[in-house]
């Protein structure tokens, strides 16, 4: 049954920023699918609840609160993932974002912590991973990036210029892992996470953003989260270095911040 190759039965997963939003959906729908998974964010409370949700589909969840925006704690996730669950086959590198800001105002380290906070953590985790995944006969990973790493619009030169970096290291790391280790990413287009409370809670932000977007709504979590468990599972077994558009078909920014244009002599 085509199905059966969805299932990730009697592996082991471990995901960033699985605390809420896309991160939480991720994690459960690789439990639903089989897994055993090991959760990271910074908020206990939130992993603890993520954890209940995954004991309850009969898998096995561990909660391992880090500080990830410390490249040394999201590398030693690889080991505490395996001394808790006893192998390694899966990783999601879900955390990451960077606040919008005017040109004038994104300093140059501004970038370098995007930068940091999106690709290099994702590095830092995806290295340490790298011996489990092999022990346990080969692996997958899966980058969230976004559709700003494709596109163009104010006020997202940081987080954009990390989400494009991120999407190429993807590709770059496919070949260099390539053919036990499959890695690949999600752009990720409008979700419906914190991320977007100020959007989802203001009517007129919200239809301008659905207007905006060919599918005509915002993203849910689980919509993410089907396209992790595809690309972590054997049903993706021949795709690695792609980058899965999942945002409702936006090909421009769906939001304007409202950024003038700059002032200069005339």
């Known amino acids: ?4 190759r969805f299932r990730v039965e009697g592996r082991v997963a471990v995901v960033t920023g699985a605390g809420r939003g896309i991160g ?5 729908a690789l439990a639903e ?24 589909l ?3 969840a561990v909660a391992l609160p880090a500080d990830l925006s410390d490249p040394d704690a999201a590398a030693a996730l690889a080991e505490r993932a395996v001394a808790a669950l006893g192998r390694l086959d899966i990783v999601v590198n879900n955390v990451g974002g ?11 380290a501004h970038l370098e912590n995007a930068f940091q906070f999106n690709v290099g953590n994702a590095h830092a985790l995806t290295r340490a991973a790298v011996p489990h995944l092999l022990a346990a006969g080969g692996g997958a990973v899966v980058n969230v990036s976004s559709v700003m790493g ?3 619009g104010r006020g997202y030169l940081a987080y954009g210029s990390a989400k494009a970096a991120l999407a190429h290291y993807t590709r770059l790391a496919a070949f260099d892992l390539a053919p036990r280790i499959r890695v690949n990413a999600i752009a990720v287009g409008s979700v419906a996470t914190s991320a977007l409370d100020i959007v989802m809670s203001d009517d007129g932000l919200r239809a301008q953003m659905e207007a905006a977007t060919p599918l005509h709504r915002i993203g849910d979590p689980e919509d993410v989260a089907a396209a992790v468990v595809y690309l972590a599972s054997p049903a993706a077994a021949y795709v690695t270095g792609s980058v899965l558009r999942v945002d409702g078909g936006t090909d421009a920014p769906n939001l304007d911040l409202g950024l003038p244009d700059l002032e200069g002599p005339r």
């Not at 939480?24 to 459960?28: F, G």
């Not at 960077?98 to 140059?108: I, M, N, S, V, Y």
């Open 1 to 4: 049954m085509i199905g059966d």
């Open 24 to 28: 939480a959906a991720s994690a459960v």
């Open 33 to 56: 699918a089989g897994a055993d998974v090991a959760l990271s964010a910074r908020t206990e409370s939130q992993l603890d609840e993520v954890a209940e949700r995954i004991g309850k």
């Open 58 to 60: 009969g898998r096995r």
């Open 98 to 108: 960077a606040l919008p800001r005017a040109f004038l105002d994104t300093e140059p």
């Open 150 to 152: 494709r596109v163009a």
